[in-house]
């Protein structure tokens, strides 16, 4: 584990490169796999997941018989935890409601702005390696607040052809009852085209591996939203002395062991404090179940010395990581400064595992550097925002002749004459 030495800027962009795959040979599969579904619908699927998760099944629905044995599978102490997570989350997002805006901008000229929910939703859940139930939370209960009506979930089954428990108990409690055991590619791909058994919805949110991201975003070429690019997960911490050695590893680690493509950063301006935390993560992945998962991503981090701080900020600009904690002497100089941040966790107990499940904001949000365009996952995300106006016979005098002079201006002579010829009646 290697430490950088304040990197020159010019070697910034290299050295804070994501593990990705080649970009040609993902967007080659999943061009081809999109076809497919495209083509032959439900058969295509079939043929994926068979290929793919190693299932053959003939229905790709979850039926009620088997959400209602997966709720009687599940602990009561889970249960307990996902209420109370859920609970928190619900607080969160409910406090993101909105009124309606109101403004009249010239008398007799009344505009306003309300906030209604997109109709069909499609939320993919990951099941690979780890099944992340939590997701489910994470996006179920904003689409439920904001009132989605038709809400599809995605998720891959395993060799049996079933889905996780805790997924399906989840689901259940959140009121989701159109569960698809359908996964990558060609779960983003079904809820693009419709088949007989899946729906096309309007709208795609989740998280996924490089070829589901790359999927979501060939999905916007045939008219479909996203909610943003978001692959594989990552984490920036910037810390210093203040900090505890062992609780920085332990987020590094909580991060690394999502996937071996992941990606976890550490910014310091004390070397001594990196060689701990180097010597905490050797330590604490001894213990770990997913220990080649993390070893492997650990691969893929860096840890980077910084002696400024304002030079430590701009690093983390340029990265826009997915998580950033800080944890430093100095945390309100980074809190009140950072641009670029799906979500920030401030201070030695604040660890990034609270935002992955309970403290209730959302987890779903952009990597990959997108951060510095895209926010996370939240209430807007599943609604649209409709302008009205209603305008009186006053209010048109008031603002009538300005358009006329505007549109004649642009050589749009039908936009004048709608003005005009109301204009003439009120006069």
Known sequence: MKTIINPNRKIWASILKRPTQNMENIELTVNQIFDDVKRHGDAAIKKYTELFDGASQQCNMVTEEEMELASNLVSEELKRAIKLAKSNIEKFHQAQKTDKLEVETTPGVVCWQEKRPIEKIGLYIPGGTAPLFSTVLMLAIPATIAGCKDIVLCTPPNKEGKVANEILYTAKLCGIDKIYKVGGIQAIAGMTFGTKTMPRIFKIFGPGNQFVTVAKQLATKYGVAIDMPAGPSELLVVADQSAQAAYVASDLLSQAEHGVDSQVVLVSSSEAFIKKVQNEISKQLLDL??????????????????????????????????????????????????????SVFIGNYTPESAGDYASGT?????????????????????????????????????????????????????????VSIRLKDIS
């Not at 701080?309 to 009140?336: C, G, Q, R, S, W």
């Not at 779903?364 to 996952?377: A, D, E, H, Q, R």
């Not at 649209?384 to 002579?413: R, V, Y």
């Open 289 to 342: 179940p997913r220990k080649a998962i993390a070893e492997k991503a650990i691969s893929n981090s860096k840890f980077i010395y910084m002696q400024q701080e304002t030079d430590a900020l701009d690093l983390i600009n340029a990265y826009a990581p997915e998580h950033l904690i800080i944890a430093t002497k100095n945390n309100d100089y980074f809190v009140d400064n950072i641009l670029n941040a799906g």
């Open 362 to 418: 959302n987890h779903t949000l952009p990597t990959n550097g997108f951060s510095n365009v895209y926010s996370g996952v939240n209430l807007d995300s599943f609604t649209k925002s409709i302008t009205f106006q209603n305008i009186s016979k006053q209010g048109l005098k008031n603002i009538g002749p300005a358009i006329e002079l505007m549109a004649e201006a642009e050589g749009l002579q039908a936009h004048k004459n709608a």
